[in-house]
């Protein structure tokens, strides 16, 4: 099933490059997999220019596995003609075709829980990007297994949910985050420093709720306590981050986006630490809003990022 699929209203132009954005207005947004093969864009804009439907925007890609991407945004059908339009997507193009497909619509804003623990530099982005409408979803609630944030996030009006968590507890403060997440259609890991469980990540599934996390990434990786002064003794060059979906398998999950910056031997762990949120809260922001903008599709364990 295709996954990463976000319903806002705006459009975030490009990964990798700086945020650019636009109103979208009231479109449609169809995003497709398939075998590849000659004519596929032409199917599909065939078909809705046969539906009276403007086009609007295309991406698409061919793997050298052979492998279809796109996405397609054109101009919404009436409500009343979206179901018979879908219906006869999937009989006469998606089937033959062996496609898996989703239709979504840009005036439908996708709801965002946010997962944090004690550092704000990803929530406080987060915050601002979504005050100001730059998010392409609406965050529903923030809950954290400690109080530290807890101002700052009822001071923008959303609901702060403390729910500590322990070896002893662990199973339990998960039943209750997720009851306090609820029917959610994204969950963000801002650094929450906690290590979600298998039978959490499928109660998210089963919900069709992926999460996404930022973590930094340092070459060499450098794993547990203050990474940035393990850096700073190493003599690293390059700060990075890095944003993906959350797996089972720790910081295995298929890869959104990645940023680094370079780094000199004057920079002391102060510096490294400024840097290295910097790039968090910029590449966790961009793979985010990917993910609400519909332009993230799954490829094995790769992403298609358009």
């Avoid at 979208?24 to 439907?53: K, M, Q, V, W, Y």
């Avoid at 086009?55 to 796109?70: E, K, L, Y």
């Avoid at 609406?138 to 009822?154: A, F, P």
């Amino acid at each position: 099933m295709l996954q990463g699929f976000g319903l806002p209203a705006r459009v975030a132009r490009g990964i990798g490059k700086n945020l650019l954005i636009a109103p979208e207005g009231n479109t449609t947004r169809l995003l497709l997999a398939c075998p590849d093969r000659p004519g596929l864009i032409a199917t599909a804009s065939g078909f809705l220019a046969d539906a009276g439907l403007n086009i609007v925007d295309v991406d698409q890609h061919s793997t050298a596995a052979g492998r279809f991407f796109m996405r397609m945004v054109f101009d919404s059908p009436p409500p009343g003609d979206r179901a018979m339009l879908e219906s006869r997507f999937a009989r006469e193009i998606a089937g033959p075709a062996e496609m898996e497909f989703s239709f979504s619509e840009s005036t439908r804003r996708k709801r965002v829980a946010v997962m944090v623990s004690r550092e704000d530099h990803c929530l406080s982005d987060l915050l601002w990007r979504w005050r100001n409408d730059h998010l392409g979803g609406e965050i529903v609630v923030v809950v954290s297994n400690h109080e530290d944030l807890r101002g700052e996030v009822e001071a923008v009006g959303l609901p702060f949910e403390h729910v500590p968590i322990s070896a002893e507890t662990r199973e339990q403060a998960e039943h209750r985050a997720l009851d306090l997440i609820g029917n959610v259609d994204l969950l963000v890991l801002a650094r929450y420093m906690q290590i979600l469980s298998p039978a959490f990540l499928g109660a998210l599934e089963a919900v069709g709720a992926p999460a996404i996390n930022i973590h930094h990434s340092f070459l060499p990786a450098f794993v547990g306590a203050d990474p940035y002064a393990r850096a700073h003794e190493r003599g690293v060059k390059l700060i990075g981050a890095t944003a993906h979906y959350v797996t089972a398998e720790l910081d295995a999950g298929p890869i959104i986006d990645q940023d680094v910056v370079r780094v000199g031997h004057e920079a002391e762990v102060p510096d490294l630490v400024r840097i290295g949120r910097d790039v968090e809260r910029l590449v966790l922001a961009r793979a985010v809003t990917a993910h609400l903008e519909d332009r993230v599709l799954l490829d094995g364990e790769r992403t298609v990022v358009f």
